[in-house]
């Protein structure tokens, strides 16, 4: 499994509530480490904002955009910065 693969997979895996610490690929991967210990912080928060049982929508629209920022953050640009100078 890859990074692309582990994120997409993550919303499901904290829907689930499984156990990540156990996940191999956040054993292996910190970068990805790192992005489930905000995604939980966030989560969290998200939780504090919106006191429901069952994970909205707009809890997963925030996680999507949390991880849309990390990937942003990647040194490579995005493949259609074809605007000219
Ligand atoms: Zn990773």
Not at 19 to 31: G, I, K, V
Request: aromatic share 4%; glycine share 0%; hydrophobic share 35%.
């Amino acid at each position: 499994m890859d990074c692309a693969e582990f994120q997409q997979k993550l919303p499901e895996l904290f829907e689930a509530q499984a156990d990540l610490s156990q996940n191999e690929h956040l054993r292996q991967c910190e970068p990805c480490a790192a992005l489930v210990r905000d995604l939980q912080y966030i989560a969290q928060q998200a939780k504090l904002l919106l006191p429901i049982h069952d994970p909205s929508p707009a809890v997963w629209d925030t996680i999507q955009s949390a991880l849309k920022e990390e990937q942003n953050d990647d040194k490579q640009p995005p493949p259609d910065s074809d605007a000219a100078p």
